[in-house]
């Protein structure tokens, strides 16, 4: 028997059992992917990876909202149920508008990030590292403050650790050396939880964690918005109710597959030769 829901219409199975869309500005979201498929397995996932016009973390507000909208309409034609927007950057800058105009549940990476750090904490001092954009949005430090006013949240930018994660330098003396240098100020600022605020750095988790010295709970967003996640589906009465499908996982990249696939391959559990480009300009 079909379930009724609150509004007392039936569930459509149909809906249901559509795929999540997620999305970035490229490979990073892929991260978020990661975390999702770990923890709600049976969820069919559409993914866009924006690699022909990352990175996002310089552009500006007005950019970001306008390539966001045009990845939304995309994969509304893939008839996705739920939207996650995985990019820090795009979360920050244009999941509240985007929100707004949407008929779908969306949710982003930074409010979990956020909400996580808040409750780590012991000594209400927080870091928070992302791209230039999100750190200055604010919007990390104004969510930790809403919820703790007395907390004290310090942002830096770390523009290049992207490029070091896309150039596969996970574990070089370059990245080190970087990290040695963006971290040197949070260091000085005795915080005991540092939020990854960016796709790719949950990748530099070692680096970073080596660099910060085991005092400080490392938050990876991804993984708190993969919980959010699994309980927007359940209040929405969406979540997958389905036989298990063969072809769960799609990608769909604005740029080459080829350099797509192999870092995608790196890091995800499943395999991504049949991702598709698709020219996002015309959405
Ligand atoms: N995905 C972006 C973010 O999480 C990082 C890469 C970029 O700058 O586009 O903010």
Redesign the pocket.
């Known amino acids: 028997m079909q379930a009724l829901s609150e509004n007392g219409r039936l569930d459509a199975p149909a809906e249901r059992n559509a795929p999540i869309g997620v999305f970035?500005?490229?490979v990073?979201?892929l991260t978020v992917v990661r975390e999702i498929m770990r923890q709600i397995p049976e969820e069919p996932i559409v993914y866009f990876g924006d690699t022909a016009r990352?990175?996002?973390?310089?552009k500006s507000r007005e950019t970001i909202l306008r390539y966001s909208r045009q990845i939304i309409r995309f994969l509304k034609t893939q008839h996705v149920k739920a939207i996650v927007v995985?990019?820090?950057?795009?979360?920050?800058f244009a999941l509240e508008e985007i929100r707004q105009e949407l008929d779908l549940p969306i949710i982003g990476?930074v409010l979990p990030g956020a909400r996580v750090a808040g409750e780590v904490t012991k000594n209400g001092r927080i870091g928070v590292i992302?791209?230039k954009?999100?750190i200055h949005s604010g919007l990390y430090r104004e969510v930790i403050l809403n919820e703790h006013p007395t907390y004290e949240v310090f942002g830096k930018a770390c523009?290049l650790f992207?490029p070091l994660v896309e150039e596969h330098l996970l574990d070089d003396s370059v990245t080190f050396e970087m990290a040695r240098r963006y971290l040197k100020e949070l260091q000085e600022c005795d915080i005991d939880t540092l939020v990854l605020?960016?796709?790719?750095y949950p990748l530099l988790r070692s680096t970073i964690g080596q660099v910060m010295g085991d005092k400080v709970t490392l938050v990876n967003p991804a993984y708190e918005t993969a919980i959010e996640l699994r309980q927007l589906l359940r209040d929405h009465r969406l979540s997958f109710a389905g036989e298990p499908l063969r072809e769960k996982y799609q990608f769909f990249v604005s740029d080459d597959p080829a350099t797509f696939r192999e870092f995608a391959d790196t890091i995800l559990p499943c395999p991504t030769d049949r991702t598709r480009q698709i020219c996002i300009d015309g959405f």
Do not use: F
């Not at 990352?54 to 310089?58: A, F, L, R």
């Not at 995985?86 to 920050?92: E, L, Q, V």
């Not at 605020?197 to 790719?200: D, L, P, Q, S, V």
């Open positions: 970035d500005s490229g990073g979201g990352v990175p996002y973390g310089g995985a990019c820090n950057t795009a979360s920050a990476v992302g791209t954009g999100t523009p992207a605020g960016c796709t790719h």
